[in-house]
């Protein structure tokens, strides 16, 4: 989705989806070596909450408690064919940028930019040019470069001793399950859909079964690794299961997995980030060439998301030694009405 910002064009016939990972790779570091330092208030993180890639770096960002050091800029859920726009602001600007587009930081980065406009982006305020966009390395650094910065009692979603396996698992949940649904979505054959799906069950078998024993997937602590499964797992039954196919079964219906996904969910930083009709508004709406209608669901219930999970049978702790972040910084919040058992969707011509 954030790679591709199109209001049609995500499917083409007769091929596999293959997802454009040509991303800007600058890091911002402690040490500055890169050239972008670390620097509190220097850098505004972009997000659109329908955005899978995008929650990843809004929930790493809060339960780091990096608020105060990384401002937030929050687009709405659609877009058209030039880029994610900030029609969620009172005049349709970003109030610190300026801008109406988040096209115009990546042409201020480069006037001839070629390449997809997407979220998640951290933009240099003075210069109002974008940083990176490249996601999966963007929420490490959050871990490991801005450690200075991290709130007292914050969790560490990096460990050191974890690395390695956590970089096998990150790396399977990522091709098989983050993108593997949609290569099932976007799928230009029957041949392609199909192995799509097959993978994609294949992957949630294993995590059904790897759950079943231990409370997170790295043990008994939210790691990164379970920010990363989460964002998919929270867009599954509303949208991955019926309008990308992926319809074997509904998450609801995995015990482990509906039982994980709703621990996390109920923990900070997970489910107050999580904005269920924006969510279907983007895919419903953007998607147009596999949803032409444009019709937005009005299911399912979000309301089952607040149930008991029953999942501290397992032991553990979300935050190991540390503590839970705070509440949500003003003017960040999920409206309530967006929330589990809120609206379903706006009334036909309120879309952003």
Not at 136 to 163: C, I, N, V
Not at 175 to 203: H, I, L, P
Not at 304 to 317: D, F
Request: charged content about 25%.
């Amino acid at each position: 989705m954030s790679d591709d910002n199109s209001g049609s064009g995500y499917v083409t016939s007769g091929q596999e989806y293959a997802r454009d990972t040509n991303y800007l790779e600058d890091r911002i570091t402690a040490d500055g070596s890169s050239g972008w330092p670390v620097e509190p208030g220097r850098y505004r993180l972009v997000i659109a909450r329908a955005c899978p890639w995008a929650n990843r770096a809004a929930i790493v960002r809060r339960l780091l408690g990096l608020e105060p050091v990384i401002s937030m800029g929050i687009c709405g859920p659609t877009h058209d064919e030039r880029s994610w726009t900030f029609d969620l602001d009172p005049d349709g600007r970003d109030p610190v940028l300026g801008y109406e587009r988040l096209q115009e930081a990546f042409l201020a980065r480069d006037p001839q930019y070629p390449r997809g406009i997407t979220v998640p982006a951290m933009v240099d305020v003075p210069t109002k040019a974008v940083v990176t966009n490249a996601f999966m390395q963007m929420t490490l650094d959050f871990s490991t470069e801005w450690t200075a910065h991290h709130r007292d009692g914050a969790p560490d979603l990096y460990p050191e001793k974890l690395r390695d396996e956590m970089g096998e698992v990150m790396q399977r949940v990522y091709t098989e399950v983050n993108n593997g649904v949609y290569r099932c979505g976007f799928a230009g054959s029957q041949r392609a859909y199909d192995r799509a799906y097959d993978r994609v069950w294949t992957a949630l078998d294993w995590l059904e079964e790897r759950l079943s024993t231990q409370r997170y997937l790295m043990g008994d602590t939210i790691t990164e690794a379970d920010v990363r499964l989460f964002t998919t797992l929270a867009r599954f039954d509303a949208v991955y299961h019926g309008h990308f196919k992926c319809n074997r079964q509904k998450l609801t219906e995995m015990p482990a997995l509906w039982g994980y996904a709703r621990d996390l969910f109920q923990t900070p930083g997970f489910g107050d980030t999580t904005d269920f009709p924006q969510i279907k508004e983007h895919y419903y709406v953007v998607h147009a060439d596999i949803n032409p209608t444009q019709v937005i669901p009005m299911g399912p219930d979000t309301s089952v998301w607040l149930t008991p999970h029953g999942r501290e049978e397992l032991g553990g702790s979300p935050f190991g030694d540390g503590t839970p972040p705070g509440p949500v910084a003003p003017g960040e919040e999920v409206p309530a009405d967006h929330g589990p058992g809120g609206i379903g969707h706006r009334p036909d011509g309120e879309r952003h």
